[in-house]
């Protein structure tokens, strides 16, 4: 089964406001997760990353929150702009140093 | 720096032609890895090198699909017949010794491939 998972294909959010993607994992032995940007054509871009050993990270306009108990993650993105539209993906790195990554979730800013 | 070099940047195919892909990674980059991305879906690993060595491979349709990387170096990803559902964006990337967080995971540009 998939190891981790965005649930939500795509999400709409207005101009101005806050964008919230999510992430779900299963593997307890995940050290490390990850969001990437990716346009089309266009490779993934690291936007953001934490240690299992924090639970929010913040940069800029970007936070990550990571909840352990939940295995879950997600990124804020506030002030959303409308070439914050993308797919992002999430990821996690697993005990072999595997990027194991979610399906994407296309975002949509809408002016 | 230079970052990972990938050639070509788009390949159009009918189904049964082959193609090759091209990988040049970082420069000390001992570990390189081939994913294939559907459009609008995340990286699918196909196989990853540490050096010359080939570590998994076990994604690898292996009756169509072959990687190598003999010097440790550049890499060149094959597939022998291609099909429809080939049709991705492939990506390469490349690590550093001990690299095991998404922060030392570079990627090239993708090659995409279409098959008609």
């Known amino acids: 089964g998939q ?3 965005q649930s939500s294909p795509s999400l709409t959010v207005q101009e101005g406001g806050i964008s ?3 992430c779900d994992y299963e593997n307890d032995m995940f050290d490390y997760f990850a969001w990437y940007k990716k346009y089309p054509d266009n490779s993934p871009t690291l936007l953001i990353s934490v ?3 924090v639970d929010k990270r913040e940069d800029g306009r970007l936070t ?6 939940g295995k879950h993650f997600s990124l804020h993105i506030t002030a959303s702009q409308p070439e914050d539209t993308a797919v992002y993906l999430c ?3 697993d005990s072999n140093y595997q990027l194991i990554w979610g399906s994407g979730t296309k975002l949509i800013i809408k002016p | 720096e230079a970052g990972v070099t990938q050639s070509p940047r788009y390949a159009v195919l009918q189904e049964g032609q082959a193609v090759s892909f091209w990988c040049d990674p970082i420069s000390g980059h001992d570990t390189l890895y081939w994913y294939q991305q559907p459009r609008d879906q995340g990286p699918q690993l196909l196989v ?3 050096d010359e060595a080939v570590i998994d491979n076990s994604q690898l349709p292996s009756d169509r699909f072959s990687a190598v990387r003999p010097k440790g170096t550049n890499s060149t990803l094959k597939i022998q017949s291609a099909k429809q559902g080939d049709t ?4 390469c990337a490349s690590s550093p010794p001990q690299g095991g967080s998404a922060e030392t995971l570079y990627f090239g540009s993708g090659t995409r491939l279409t098959v008609l």
């Not at chain 1, 990550?64 to 108990?69: D, P």
Request: hydrophobic content about 50%.
């Open chain 1, 91 to 93: 990821a996690a790195v």
């Open chain 1, 3 to 5: 190891q981790v998972k």
């Open chain 1, 51 to 53: 240690r299992s050993n």
């Open chain 2, 48 to 50: 990853y090198f540490r």
């Open chain 2, 88 to 91: 991705a964006t492939y990506l």
């Open chain 1, 20 to 22: 919230i993607l999510n």
């Open chain 1, 64 to 69: 990550v929150f990571l909840n352990k108990s």
